[in-house]
């Protein structure tokens, strides 16, 4: 720009004898203009060139920049976070970029049937067929030998992206990408799987301990991932089980017999326990009853007690007489509520016979409709 | 002109500049290895990132490599364990390239013929351990019999030591299981084996439900009876001891006249007998009927 005063120079070269005629003048007009025209896109590209090395890092990704092929920065600071960065054009400076913050997802390969993509999506299992085929069903071996179905599921953050990167490779063309964990991480899950199911039972694996076998899964899991230094954090550790599809009938009448068999115990402690309270209430019944005649009891010979007292000096002054009274009181009082008979005394000094119909009672009237049939 | 001279110089040197460093300098990136061969022999190794001045070719070459992990697996193939049981197994192996120059003279700097060694290398240590265990060692319930650690890491050793022997310029990062399988014709025995316990399995929760049942009711009617013979002991034991303290409290006091005390008693007894509804029969003399002895009858007179 400030070399501004060259199309001012004498024009040395067209100093010929001859004047410069309009049309040459016109030509170095044009080469003149069209020479700045040049400087300025130059300029402009020298710009794009510089600016070409902002780059952006989205909120969910981190980036490192090599230069010369050595990472920029020292330890963690290698990593730049969200946000517009510089760095020097290729080949100077490369710019990896490493998505880290979302939760990625790896799941198993070894211990589940072959599935279409379409059978995936639909979620339905697919028909039974004859034999497991090693090459395309996978499955694990339970601990007594069985055959057994197990998906394990990971739900993982990228942990430390400079390990991920730089520490796996995913492939063999020299790219930096988070495949290499990612496979290392799904066989990772496949050893987990097939390490645990060695462990269980299948009953277990499929029913009676369905969380100690998830734990060891887990467990295995996190283990591996700590001792290949992998890296990532787990978020969430997803364990499927599942019996093989040839036997599903079999194993869902297991599923009955015992449904059922709880059923029968429920019923029977149901009714055990009605036992039980139902004598509990009588056993109290009967002692409250206890309780009750036992208070009775003494209330009524302390009354007793009170009256023979109260006669006591009566019947001492004449007993004959008190006796007499109070037996003819009491006859008085207790006959008016029987029905007497007085027997004659015999005439003629001859025992005379009386005969009585007990049970008087007269006899239920006839149903009539008993009768009637 | 002297100034457009010194332009015209500048950009021819650095163009002079740039095709220099392009034939002269390369770069090590962050986790790679480079070798530099002169005239075919390594005489180079690079393990540094960086830029680092070379001879252009044909005196010096740059043999690149990646550092980093490899995950490799081995095929799913069958191998005899020591009790005579076919068993699939396949591993999967994390190595890398730690002698890049040993790499270079091994495989030509090939990763795919490396992985092929790799391949032959895990197979035949796998057939040499697998054979050395039974079934039993892979799978079981209980921990101290299962060496399933142990055999990965008798593979790894193993595999380790032949690369190590070989120079093959690589190590065993992590090696483990990632498939164990069974053959398809051997998955049938194991079906039939399988529903064989299904069913004993059914009949034991049938027969199970129904006796724990009866356990369960049987047991109930036994407390149950325990409870009311209990109850029973205690009212009892409750009455008497109802009848211990009135006799305690009240038979000093009848002692003082044992006759009146039984006359007492007796008439109290007659009278609650006769609140209920009862036919007497008396005879004329007794009293108070003697009376009707002294009215006049209608009987026949005394005969004479």
Same mark, same amino acid.
């Given at each position: 720009m400030s070399d501004e005063h060259e199309p001012h120079l004498p024009p040395s070269e067209p100093a010929a004898p001859e004047a410069r005629d309009a049309g040459s003048q016109a030509l170095a007009e044009a080469l003149h203009s069209s020479f700045a025209i040049v400087k300025v896109v130059l300029i402009l590209l020298v710009l794009a060139f510089f600016a070409s090395g902002v780059f952006q890092v989205g909120p969910q990704e981190r980036a490192v920049i090599l230069r010369l092929g050595k990472p920029v920065g020292v330890g963690p600071r290698q990593l730049l976070g969200p946000g517009l960065h510089w760095s020097l054009p290729y080949p100077i400076d490369q710019v990896i970029k490493i998505p880290i913050t979302e939760i990625q997802q790896v799941q198993s390969t070894a211990g589940w049937w072959h599935t279409t993509p379409e059978e995936?999506?639909?979620?339905? $299992?697919?028909?039974a067929a004859g034999l497991l085929n090693p090459a395309i069903d996978g499955f694990a071996l339970s601990a007594d030998t069985n055959i057994v179905h197990v998906r394990v599921t990971l739900y993982y953050r990228i942990e430390d992206p400079l390990r991920?990167?730089?520490g796996f490779a995913g492939d063999t063309n020299f790219t930096y990408s988070l495949a290499g964990v990612s496979n290392a991480l799904q066989n990772v899950l496949n050893n987990a799987l097939l390490y645990s199911a060695a462990h269980f039972n299948e009953d277990d694996i499929l029913t009676r301990n369905v969380a100690g076998f998830t734990e060891a899964v887990k467990t295995r899991t996190q283990d591996l991932i700590e001792a290949e230094k992998l890296g990532v954090s787990v978020e969430n550790i997803a364990v499927d089980t599942a019996p093989p599809q040839q036997l599903a009938d079999i194993f869902q009448k297991v599923t009955e017999a015992s449904e059922n068999r709880n059923k029968a115990l429920l019923a029977a402690h149901t009714e055990?326990?009605?036992i039980i309270s139902d004598a509990a209430a009588q056993a109290a019944a009967i002692t409250n009853a206890a309780e009750i005649a036992r208070n009775q009891y003494v209330t009524e010979l302390s009354a007793f007690a009170k009256k023979f007292t109260?006669?006591?000096?009566?019947?001492?002054s004449n007993p004959?007489?008190?006796? $007499?009274?109070?037996?003819?009181?009491t006859m008085a009082q207790a006959l008016t509520n029987v029905?007497?008979?007085?027997q004659p005394t015999s005439l003629n000094g001859k025992s005379t016979e009386v005969r009585l119909m007990l049970n008087r009672e007269p006899p239920a009237p006839k149903k009539t409709t008993a009768t009637g049939e | 002109m002297r100034q457009r001279n010194l332009v015209t110089f500048i950009i021819g040197a650095v163009l002079v500049i740039i095709f220099g460093l392009l034939l002269f300098v390369f770069q090590v990136r962050q986790s790679e290895v480079v070798v530099i061969t002169t005239f075919g022999k390594p005489t180079r190794v690079l393990d540094q990132p960086g830029a680092y001045f070379r001879w252009p070719w044909p005196i010096q070459q740059v043999n690149r490599f990646d550092a980093r992990i490899q995950n490799f697996q081995d095929q799913f193939s069958e191998t005899l364990t020591a009790d005579q049981q076919n068993l699939l197994t396949s591993v999967y192996v994390g190595w890398k390239i730690t002698d890049a120059a040993e790499f270079l003279r091994s495989f030509r700097g090939s990763v795919p013929a490396a992985q092929n060694r790799l391949e032959n290398m895990?197979?035949?240590?796998e057939k040499q351990v697998v054979g050395n265990h039974a079934l039993s060692d892979f799978v079981n319930a209980d921990p101290q019999e299962l060496k399933f650690d142990r055999i990965e890491k008798e593979i790894e050793d193993t595999v380790q030591g032949e690369l190590t022997t070989n120079a093959c310029g690589m190590t065993l990062e992590f090696l483990g299981f990632t498939r164990i399988g069974l053959p398809q014709d051997v998955t049938q025995a194991v079906f039939d084996r399988m529903k064989a316990d299904r069913q004993r399995l059914i009949s034991k929760w049938e027969n199970e439900g129904k006796a724990q049942a009866e356990i369960i009711r049987s047991t109930a009617d036994r407390q149950a009876a325990n409870t009311l013979a209990n109850a029973q002991a205690q009212a009892i034991r409750i009455r008497a001891q109802g009848e211990a303290e009135a006799a305690r409290t009240t038979l000093p006091v009848f002692q003082q006249n044992p006759e009146l005390a039984n006359f007492l008693l007796r008439l109290d007894a007659l009278k609650s007998t006769l609140n209920q509804k009862s036919t007497l029969i008396f005879d004329e003399r007794t009293p108070?009927?003697?009376l009707f002895q002294h009215l006049p009858t209608n009987a026949p007179s005394q005969t004479p």
């Open positions: 995936e999506l639909a979620g339905a $299992n697919p028909a991920a990167v730089f055990a326990d009605k109260d006669l006591l000096p009566k019947y001492e004959d007489l008190f006796v $007499n009274v109070q037996l003819a009181e029905e007497k008979w007085v | 895990l197979r035949s240590a108070p009927f003697d």
